[in-house]
């Protein structure tokens, strides 16, 4: 079975903090992701990674910054915490999908981090 | 248009009755689709997933893909009220990437 396992269940940081979310799978993914999701907005990719040291944004990067020094760990870093980031984060990962032929591969979550910044 | 629409709902039936849920995608998104099933609270876990036109059927759960009309359904039989919870449609879109859909809250009563 694949393992998603995320640091936190639940944080509450101030304003102006500096926030570390921590996620590590034991599937030997290539790929991982950071989501948040928001009531009405459902899932919004923050930012993703295909290799250890390699990042992509996704649709909502500002204000995140994101680090792979290891395949299996991937973290999402709020630079300065603001209260328009409380959500709930979701971190996933995926095998590589070859570029033709069978297309994406299922992403499995780990199990989120509902994250209050007063 | 979004990428991967669905209806808000709550699509309310009985136990044991047929629940259809749909799903529809814009031109941006791939062939490959998947079926999340999240709880209150919880993360997403998946139930399906589809890759070629027409059914593909687990146990209680049947998921169907038209490309022609560009929609993704799934079909739960004998629903039970466990099955209560919000699916997610989710396709393919760029470079390894999943879009998701906002849900479908499903509410299955006694």
């Known amino acids: 079975d694949v393992k998603v396992t995320q640091s936190s269940r639940y944080l509450v940081k101030r304003t102006g903090e500096k926030v570390f979310l921590e996620c590590v799978q034991d599937?030997?993914?290539?790929?991982m992701f950071w989501y948040r999701q928001d009531p009405g907005l459902g899932l919004r990719l923050i930012y993703f990674?295909?290799?250890?040291?390699?990042?992509e944004k996704g649709d909502i990067p500002e204000g995140y910054s994101v680090s792979r020094e290891k395949k299996e760990r991937f973290s999402l870093i709020l630079e300065s915490a603001s209260t328009n980031q409380t959500s709930m984060y979701l971190c996933?990962?995926?095998?590589?999908?070859?570029?033709?032929?069978?297309?994406?591969?299922?992403?499995?979550f780990g199990p989120g981090t509902r994250l209050l910044v007063l | 248009q979004k990428e991967v629409e669905q209806n808000s709902g709550p699509l309310s039936v009985p136990e044991g009755a047929i629940a259809s849920l749909n799903c529809t995608y814009s031109?941006?998104?791939?062939?490959?689709f998947f079926w999340y099933r999240q709880y209150s609270g919880k993360s997403p876990e998946l139930i399906m997933s589809?890759?070629?036109?027409g059914d593909k059927e687990d146990g209680r759960f049947t998921a169907q893909l038209n490309k022609a009309s560009q929609y993704v359904s799934l079909l739960i039989r004998d629903s039970q009220p466990s099955d209560s919870a919000t699916y997610l449609c989710?396709?393919?879109?760029?470079?390894?990437?999943?879009?998701f859909g906002t849900g479908t809250r499903l509410l299955v009563s006694p």
């Open positions: 996933a990962s995926s095998l590589l999908s070859p570029l033709n032929g069978e297309g994406e591969k299922t992403q499995y």
């Open positions: 599937m030997d993914h290539e790929n």
């Open positions: 990674s295909y290799d250890v040291k390699m990042k």
């Open positions: 031109d941006r998104v791939s062939q490959s």
């Open positions: 589809i890759y070629s036109n």
């Open positions: 989710a396709g393919g879109t760029g470079f390894q990437k999943l879009v």
